[in-house]
């Protein structure tokens, strides 16, 4: 597997070159701690971008936060989401902020579903993340210096501060332990709905309606949901 260095090297030797020449950059490549794969090259600048992944071995989240089922679909959603954070930032800031050179990855709705644009191995906890960037050009001649700012710094930082779990903040640590604690009471509940022969579960202040047809958002000023008494229920959950 080639290393970094020689990924870095690559790129410096196709300044100027046609967009073609990108083609060269697709296989993997070993950072410190991850390794990058270009996985398809866009064929010119104004094609689709470009399809990369990050694979890291030991990206050290505790095993709990994947071990069942559930909690690993959450943790893997919780992690796409703070990734495509993360790119927001960088944009906001000013980095990659046109499609020349933009990062981008898998937006998530309001659902928690298993996608494949982000995944956790349940055994031994490697992570693959797919994600998606505009290899820089000016017309179509490669520029270098640009695309080595989009791998080394842009792609580099976002895999090193959001996918390996001693580099998140305490703030985020403890998001992602709340997102388990969801996760494990959301399980609980719907093993309680078929032991209780219930077809669904609303918690009482619930926010139902939607901000519009195409929003995942509560509808501003809505009434919260409240059970007639005759159907309360009540759970005891683990959290």
Known sequence: ??????????????????YPNYRALKGEWQFDGFVLSVDHVQSDPFASPSSLSVHIAKPNFPRH???????????QDALMRMFGKGIACQTHDGSGSKTNGKVSCASCCQEVLERSACTIDPDSGALVLC???????????ILAGNMIDLIFRQIVSLVERYLFYD??????????????ELSVDQQKIREEL???????FVSNGAILPRESGSSDLPMKDAVPFVSAPGFEVELD???
């Open 131 to 141: 994600f998606n960037a505009s290899f820089p050009a000016r017309g179509r001649s």
């Open 1 to 18: 597997m080639n290393s970094a260095e020689q990924m870095k090297s690559q790129i410096r030797s196709m300044n100027g070159r046609g």
């Open 167 to 180: 580099h998140l903040s305490d703030d985020e640590k403890r998001y992602l332990q709340k997102v388990y």
């Open 65 to 75: 936060l994947y071990a069942h089922k559930a909690q690993r679909i959450a943790l």
């Open 194 to 200: 078929e032991s209780r022969n219930l077809v669904a």
């Open 237 to 239: 959950l683990p959290y």
